[in-house]
């Protein structure tokens, strides 16, 4: 598949159009930034993990039932996946406090939910991602009612799958964000990243942090720690 010009840039992927206007390229940098980009830095061969244990835990989801972007891996840090219109939330689902949940609502690290959540942040930049609920979504028609019933049963059915996969490698999973995506006839598919960025990822045994509050943080390590879940994890 021959690869044409970029398409976008982020903080931490490029996307580049390629010859199918069906099919994007992703490809995955080192670059992290945190604190809405006030901390800026690398992680070394972030973006091999990143792209490896995305895709892998995809083809999982894929064949549990769950429709994903992912088409094809090309090397360790570029992927092909489905061109999709990508629905401007954040989609967030915990199950254990931490981070944002704990600080808001003063509970601690690590208290179990009495059930798994879900939350919603707005998609942008300028306004620092703001947590928005179903009816602003609805109001600024950022989604239907159905397209946000169909994420919020998915993003739930994702978090059993990705449980029971992280527990069997010895992994809790507290929580994560999820983006979805259109294609053009309108079916809703999984899109983006499933990765120790956009997770939190605790070690079931020691209660370590294998994932990017490492860096977040400044707790050190965040390299390792990456490698660590991509070893776990990536088996092939
Ligand atoms: P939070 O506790 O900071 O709200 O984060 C919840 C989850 O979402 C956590 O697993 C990290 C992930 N996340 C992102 O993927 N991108 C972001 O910009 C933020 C703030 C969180
Ligand atoms: N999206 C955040 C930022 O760019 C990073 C994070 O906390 O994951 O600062």
């Known amino acids: 598949m021959k690869i044409l010009n970029q398409l976008y840039e982020g903080k931490a992927k490029q996307v580049f159009a390629t010859e199918d206007p069906a099919i994007v390229m992703v490809h995955y940098k080192d670059d992290a930034t945190a604190g809405d980009g006030a901390k800026k830095g690398t992680i070394r061969d972030k973006g091999v993990v990143n792209n490896r244990l995305s895709n892998a835990l995809m083809q999982k989801l894929e064949k549990a039932g769950i429709p994903t972007h992912y088409v094809q891996e090309l090397n360790d840090r570029d992927t092909l996946v489905k061109r999709v219109e ?71 059915r994702i978090n059993d799958i990705l449980r029971q996969i992280l527990l069997a490698a010895n992994i809790r999973l507290i929580d994560f964000k999820l983006e979805f995506g259109r294609l053009p006839d309108g079916t809703i598919i999984l899109a983006d990243e499933i990765s120790p960025d956009t997770c939190r990822f605790w070690d079931a045994t020691t209660g370590a942090h294998l994932d990017k509050d490492l860096f977040r943080r400044d707790l050190g390590g965040e390299a390792d720690a990456y490698q660590e879940v991509m070893r776990r994890l990536v088996t092939e």
């Open 86 to 156: 990508i629905v401007p939330l954040e989609v967030i689902i915990r199950n254990v406090a931490a981070g944002s949940f704990s600080k808001r609502f003063g509970v601690a690290e690590g208290t179990a939910l009495a059930i798994p959540t879900i939350e919603f942040s707005y998609k942008n930049d300028d306004l620092h991602d703001p947590m928005i609920n179903r009816y602003h979504a609805l109001a600024l028609n950022l989604a239907t009612a159905q397209e946000l019933d169909q994420i919020t049963d998915m993003a739930f």
